[in-house]
């Protein structure tokens, strides 16, 4: 008995975990870059490096200010 009642507990925990994983990253937002440099260049923008937040945006053109993936 002692046994298994530590056994069902960590059963019932590693389902919960199962359970809530994929509910976790579904609620999480995508931070997914919304336009890759080529085709930033093609819409008459251009890749520049922002020093301020650390990433790389289209500057000018269609995606003006867009983060690049």
């Known amino acids: 008995?002692?046994?298994?009642?530590?056994?069902l507990a960590a059963a019932?925990?590693?389902a919960a975990?199962?359970?809530?994983?994929?509910?976790?990253q579904a609620a999480?937002?995508?931070a997914v870059p919304a336009v890759d440099g080529p085709?930033?260049?093609a819409h008459d923008g251009s890749v520049e490096y922002d020093s301020v937040s650390g990433l790389w945006i289209c500057v000018g053109?269609?995606?003006d200010g867009e983060s690049i993936n």
Do not use: F, N
Request: glycine share 12%; proline share 11%; with cysteine.
């Open 39 to 41: 085709t930033c260049v």
């Open 17 to 24: 975990l199962a359970v809530a994983g994929p509910a976790a």
């Open 28 to 30: 999480a937002p995508a």
């Open 1 to 7: 008995m002692r046994t298994r009642l530590p056994g």
């Open 61 to 63: 053109g269609r995606y």
């Open 12 to 14: 019932l925990l590693l």
